[in-house]
T-cell receptor
């Protein structure tokens, strides 16, 4: 069965420091991978997505993610974190089902940014 | 402005009292979906709709109903709410049904069932 694992429930980084959020997935075929961000009291917003091609993808707000098939990972990175990046981040995989499709989300990683 | 709207944003109710959470999108999207978000569990899909009059169960459909009579609307119905349905609910839509499509999310509805 498809699944998404985000090993870190929460992470704290200092403003200006680099960030890496981990995501591992389990999926039989080529996955459709997403990172979404949820700011406090808001819905989810897409940061970036990967379907094929270059394994390093760029997203909004200075984020990037790298797809590593051998490790079944799709980690999110940012070279310098800003206080406004404090939010919850969700990795997700889109999967095909007969007659439809579903998106499976990880449990999320909450990012705290300290001054 | 392109958006997904949900109403109400906050709701406190009692066990067994039927309620409906509305969802509407103005982007002419074919695909719509409902999720619930619970701490430590992320988002879990309740129901989805590939198009008008086409709905299907997600991972946690028990206790919920949906309908899709118009393209823009996808209400979530709780016929007899129970305390274990206390959660944060999100409606989402995408241009078409497909695993590669970005979903656009509403602001969420926080439901408390006493």
């Amino acid at each position: 069965a498809q699944s998404v694992t985000q090993p870190d429930i929460h992470i704290t980084v200092s403003e200006g420091a680099s960030l890496e959020l981990r995501c591992n997935y389990s999926y039989g075929a080529t996955p459709y991978l997403f990172w979404y961000v949820q700011s406090p009291g808001q819905g989810l917003q897409l940061l970036l997505k990967y379907f094929s091609g270059d394994t390093l993808v760029q997203g909004i707000k200075g984020f990037e993610a790298e797809f590593k098939r051998s490790q079944s990972s799709f980690n999110l990175r940012k070279p310098s974190v800003h206080w406004s990046d404090a939010a919850e981040y969700f990795c997700a995989v889109g999967s095909d089902n007969t007659g439809g499709f579903k998106t499976i989300f990880g449990a999320g990683t909450r990012l705290f940014v300290k001054a | 402005e392109a958006q997904v709207t949900q109403n109400p944003r906050y709701l406190i109710t009692v066990t067994g009292k039927k309620l409906t959470v509305t969802c509407s999108q103005n982007m002419n999207h074919e695909y719509m979906s409902w999720y619930r978000q619970d701490p430590g569990l992320g988002l879990r899909q309740i129901y989805y709709s590939m198009n008008v009059e086409v709905t299907d169960k997600g991972d946690v459909p028990e206790g919920y109903k949906v309908s899709r009579k118009e393209k823009r609307n996808f209400p979530l119905i709780l016929e007899s709410p129970s305390p274990n349905q206390t959660s944060l609910y999100f409606c989402a839509s995408s241009l078409a049904g497909g695993p590669h499509n970005e979903q656009f999310f509403g602001p969420g509805t926080r439901l408390t069932v006493l």
